[in-house]
């Protein structure tokens, strides 16, 4: 069964199949191609483009305008532009040096990481490949966590942490993600997991691997892809995480970029959007540069999320 | 004879529960940590704070049981109805036009043209940095005061914005944050599009050879094929926008104004819980929470028979 599913996955399937046959196309049919529906297709979807990403770039060159510049202004290219704003962010909050912000998020993104990757494989390998009682309770348990609003479950996890005086400190944020609490990134790497062919989990234990054996050597080596996909969506997401932050960490210094930013926000008076804006931009930038280099990670990662669900 | 037949059946059979029991424990073993997690920090939690919405408690003195006092008292406090609405009508509204937003793009890009995936991470971005605090604030310059927006309305001869822009108006800060949710529809569409893709070419030669246009061939083959997509979608951007809380937060300042007009559920119960201590009142409203978000779930899987079509599926 999994070993006919891996290989339709490589056979190229009726929609891709035209566009995979293109380079073997004449120069003629393939010019053709770039008929008036083409030009239709791109000048459409690239008017749709520039509504959906304006937004983003009136951010990016706003933050190269003095702040008396920015609001009213639909222009996007700036009159007495320059780098002052990101000057003006660098230097900090309150005392507070940028940098601290920027390495508070990235010792919780990557922590974020460590712990999903360990936590979500090792209970991914649980649901797919081994037979246990309770498995399809636990299954259901697992999904439904995924459908659960997380509030129900704050207000006594704050009560505890609180009192445990972990306030202050990145372990309630970290815990759960060591715990495999993100069922999304299960979820995601079981689907993975039953995609690979069985024959080498039983090649495995003729062998004579044992559970531990086979999920090391054979299977995590092969789920490098779902692997990457749930590190940089766990990265992302801790990254621009803000409620969870908002609860528990109460000293500037502690800040992630997230709180960083509002408080910018809050203190700055509201005539400097220009620093605001570069600040927003900062915060942004290691998201979008994950995007830039793994987005066909990230976009497949969403795709398969909803097929045989 | 018979001794070695039952000889014969018992040690397989015996080492097949021998297996089994090692399988079983090699199972449990896999499964502690999430199963500690979900132990600790899901299913322990959401028992205390059922307890906890029967009690009034604010953290320093012990809890103080008072029955259904907190429930009774949400439906007469007038901040709970108005997030209660304005809820509802982000999630009916939003909801919505998020995954129209997403079917009508990914249908435009389900096409073989050059550029494909190029577009499709393109429009994706914004899905992933739309919930952040940078982007609640780009929105907030953008709608704010005699921002682009509000320009933008006046040239086309909109109505002008009052003080303080789109942000200021109660009346207008819920379409600007329906705005900033459909901006997102990146995420839905990937998915929309995963699914076209897996619909068979032959129903649409099928379908052309019997005469169905364009829009018969869409409510006839790509509707019924996608409705499972569909309805994923519908249920995950259903639920997810009942938590709306960073963008709110940030555009009125933690406040839920102007007017109570981005008083969302999630917002109000963190003021509850975390600004005024109400940890139970808190916990009640985070129970009915729960309780809409269920019974909207199983109503969608519900009608989901009527018009959901597992094309010749044999799961």
């Known amino acids: 069964m999994s070993a006919t599913q891996t290989q339709t996955r490589s056979v190229p399937t009726t929609a891709g199949e035209d566009r995979q046959t293109t380079p073997l196309l004449p120069p003629r049919t393939r010019r053709r191609r770039w008929g008036w529906k083409s030009v239709v297709f791109h000048v459409f979807a690239l008017a749709v483009l520039v509504v959906i990403l304006y937004p983003a770039v009136w951010m990016l060159m706003s933050s190269f305008k003095p702040g008396n510049e920015i609001i009213g202004s639909v222009d996007l290219i700036p009159r007495n532009g320059g780098f002052q704003n990101y000057v003006t962010a660098l230097k900090g909050i309150g005392g507070i040096s940028f940098w601290t912000f920027v390495a508070n998020s990235l010792i919780l993104a990557v922590a974020s990481v460590v712990g999903v990757v360990l936590s979500c494989s090792v209970t991914a390998y649980a649901f797919a490949r081994i037979s246990f009682p309770g498995r399809r309770l636990f299954f259901a348990c697992m999904i439904a966590t995924m459908l659960l609003p997380f509030h129900v479950v704050i207000i006594p996890q704050y009560i505890v942490f609180n009192q445990l005086g972990l306030i202050n400190t990145y372990w309630p944020l970290l815990l759960g993600k060591f715990l495999a609490a993100d069922a999304f990134f299960v979820f995601l790497m079981i689907q993975f997991m039953r995609g690979l062919p069985r024959e080498l989990d039983e090649a495995a234990r003729i062998d004579g691997a044992g559970h531990v054996r086979t999920f090391v050597s054979v299977i995590l080596p092969l789920m490098k892809p779902a692997l990457v996909t749930s590190s940089i969506f766990a990265f992302i997401w801790s990254w621009n995480d803000f409620f969870g932050p908002l609860l528990y960490l109460k000293d500037p210094g502690t800040y992630t970029m997230p709180l960083a930013l509002r408080l910018y926000v809050d203190q700055t008076s509201t005539s400097d959007y220009g620093a605001q804006m570069a600040m927003a931009i900062l915060a942004l930038l290691p998201v979008v540069v994950f995007f830039m280099a793994f987005q066909r990670y990230l976009v497949a990662g969403v795709a398969t999320q909803g097929l045989k669900g | ?315």
Do not use: C
């Open chain 2, 1 to 315: 004879m018979t001794a070695t037949a039952t000889l014969r059946t018992t040690t397989p059979r015996r080492a097949r529960s021998v297996r089994a029991r090692r399988e079983a424990r090699a199972g449990y073993a896999f499964l502690s940590p999430w199963l500690l997690g979900f132990v600790a920090l899901t299913a322990g939690p959401m028992i205390a704070s059922l307890y906890l919405s029967f009690t009034n408690y604010n953290l320093f003195a012990a809890p103080k049981f008072t029955g259904l006092d907190n429930y009774v008292r949400l439906f007469s406090d007038p901040n709970f109805l108005q997030a209660v609405k304005v809820t509802g009508l982000y999630v009916l509204v939003g909801t919505p036009l998020k995954l129209i937003a997403a079917l009508a793009v990914a249908m435009l890009l389900n096409q073989p043209r050059r550029g494909q995936g190029f577009y499709r991470s393109a429009f994706y971005l914004p899905s992933l940095i739309g919930g952040s605090v940078s982007i609640a604030i780009v929105w907030k310059a953008m709608f704010i005061d005699k921002g682009i927006v509000a320009q933008i309305g006046s040239f086309f001869g909109g109505p002008p914005a009052g003080e303080g822009g789109w942000v200021g108006d109660p009346g207008r800060t819920l379409p600007m944050l329906i705005l900033l949710t459909v901006w997102q529809f990146g995420a839905p569409m990937v998915i929309f599009l995963a699914g076209l893709k897996q619909v068979p070419a032959e129903l649409y030669e099928a379908a052309s050879v019997d005469g169905a246009g364009a829009v018969r061939r869409f409510f006839s083959v790509t509707l019924p094929m996608l409705s499972p997509v569909l309805f994923f979608n519908l249920l995950l951007e259903t639920i997810h926008a009942f938590q709306i809380f960073n963008s709110a937060y940030i555009i009125s300042n933690g406040s839920g104004g102007p007017a109570g007009s981005t008083l969302f559920y999630t917002l109000y119960l963190y003021l509850r819980g975390f600004r005024d201590f109400q940890m139970g009142y808190a916990s009640a409203m985070a129970w009915v929470l729960v309780i809409v978000v269920g019974i909207v779930t199983v109503m969608l899987f519900r009608t989901s028979r009527a018009w959901v079509h597992y094309a010749g599926d044999e799961r």
